[in-house]
């Protein structure tokens, strides 16, 4: 349902795969599911049979899940770091989006509004770029 794309200023753009003839009605449904939740609304956008996020490295959060970081806007992260395998949360992410008008904007609608949400980098400790 949605693709992702790093940018060369480090921002991670998510746009609406559009190869579905049904993608405007598969947007409408999810947004009057989740209204204005955005994490659940991205854990689903991520999870559908067109995306390969899902299980793939990528996480939906919000960003006080991560260490030292108070804030609750939504997230986006990649490159895991483990320090048991075991656990059920990585303990890190090398690389991490968040969506700033988490407070004003929903992802959903911005999405369907402008075709493209944009996400700012909250840090990056990989040094490696994305293949995605």
Not at 74 to 79: L, R, S
Not at 97 to 122: C, M
Request: charged letters at 25%; glycine letters at 6%; aromatic letters at 12%.
């Amino acid at each position: 349902m949605v693709t992702l794309t790093e940018l060369p200023d480090g921002t991670l753009r998510l746009t609406i795969d559009k190869s579905s003839p049904y993608w405007a009605d598969d947007l409408e449904t999810l947004i009057e599911r989740h209204g204005g939740n955005n994490l659940a609304f991205l854990a689903e956008a991520f999870d559908t049979p067109s995306g390969r996020y899902t299980g793939n490295d990528w996480w939906v959060l919000q960003a006080d899940q991560l260490p030292g970081n108070l804030s609750q806007a939504p997230c986006i992260a990649y490159d895991a770091l483990w320090a048991d395998e075991n656990d059920e949360m990585p303990d890190d992410f090398g690389k991490v989006w968040f969506f700033k008008n988490y407070q004003i904007d929903s992802i959903a609608e911005t999405l369907r509004d402008n075709g493209e949400v944009i996400f700012h980098p909250l840090r990056d400790t990989s040094n490696v770029p994305l293949d995605i």
